[in-house]
């Protein structure tokens, strides 16, 4: 196969590695970037995914890309409400609230930088509504039974106030700046690359094309 129909063929994967992400309802394709479902906004546009890392789409499923980076995203949301209930279970209601708030700033700050493909699986399983759910009821009946009545209140309302994504909201601003300092991309984008880049090395695929990705919008984030 000659390299032009090579270039040709990979364009069409790549194109249809696209449609088909459009077709699940993943993402909306905008000349700002893509914008998920869930609110989530990747700066990387579909020709630039195309252009810098359409090799790996080939292999990976932009679609299934998105998932990942989009559990990853959530995952100091999951990773707070599963550690509130065991902290009601052994600190006070205060000083839990405080723990969960200090992981999940801490995480939310750790996690662009620690993306792993096994880890966001486990994360999808964990941010399942009903088994969170069955979680809180076991550990707030048995808080409720031990007379604990201020745990039970801090437990449903941290439960309420971590799904509902108030949390994330009242904190935005501060971790949004403090991320700032810590990563050339947004939070997003990092993520994004860096499955992108986990999925290339799996498939052993090079991309010596991703850090003009990376400058591009990298530009973009420092405006």
Same mark, same amino acid.
């Given at each position: ?9 990979? $364009? ?12 699940? $309802? ?32 080939? *292999?990976?499923?932009?679609?299934? %890309?998105? @998932? ?26 205060? !000083? !839990?609230? $405080? ?18 493909? @096994? ?17 809180y009821v076991l550990v707030l009946s048995i808080l409720a039974a031990q007379g604990r009545l201020a745990a039970v209140g801090v437990g449903l309302a941290g439960f309420l106030l971590l799904r509902w994504g108030l949390v994330r909201r009242a904190l935005r601003v501060p971790l949004r700046a403090a ?5 050339? %991309? ?6 994004? @690359?860096?499955?992108? %880049?986990?999925? $290339?090395? @799996? *498939? ?11 400058? *591009? ?7």
């Amino acid at each position: 196969m000659s390299q032009a129909d090579a270039s040709f063929t990979d $364009g069409d994967a790549g194109e249809s590695a696209f449609a088909e992400a459009e077709e699940e $309802g993943v993402y909306v394709s905008t000349p700002q970037g893509l914008f998920t479902a869930s609110g989530v906004w990747f700066q990387a546009t579909e020709e630039m995914l195309r252009d810098y890392a359409g090799p790996v789409l080939q *292999h990976v499923a932009l679609a299934e %890309l998105v @998932r990942r980076a989009e559990r990853w995203l959530r995952s100091p949301m999951t990773l707070a409400a599963w550690m509130l209930p065991l902290a009601l279970l052994l600190l006070s209601p205060w !000083a !839990a609230a $405080g723990a969960t708030l200090t992981l999940f700033c801490g995480w939310t700050l750790l996690c662009p930088s620690l993306a792993s493909r @096994r880890a966001a699986q486990v994360a999808g399983w964990m941010e399942q509504p009903w088994l969170q759910g069955l979680f809180y009821v076991l550990v707030l009946s048995i808080l409720a039974a031990q007379g604990r009545l201020a745990a039970v209140g801090v437990g449903l309302a941290g439960f309420l106030l971590l799904r509902w994504g108030l949390v994330r909201r009242a904190l935005r601003v501060p971790l949004r700046a403090a991320m700032r300092r810590l990563y050339p %991309l947004p939070p997003e984008d990092q993520v994004l @690359r860096a499955f992108i %880049l986990r999925a $290339g090395l @799996r *498939h052993d695929v090079a991309l010596p094309q991703l850090d003009r990705l990376r400058n *591009h919008i990298a530009r973009r984030w420092s405006q």
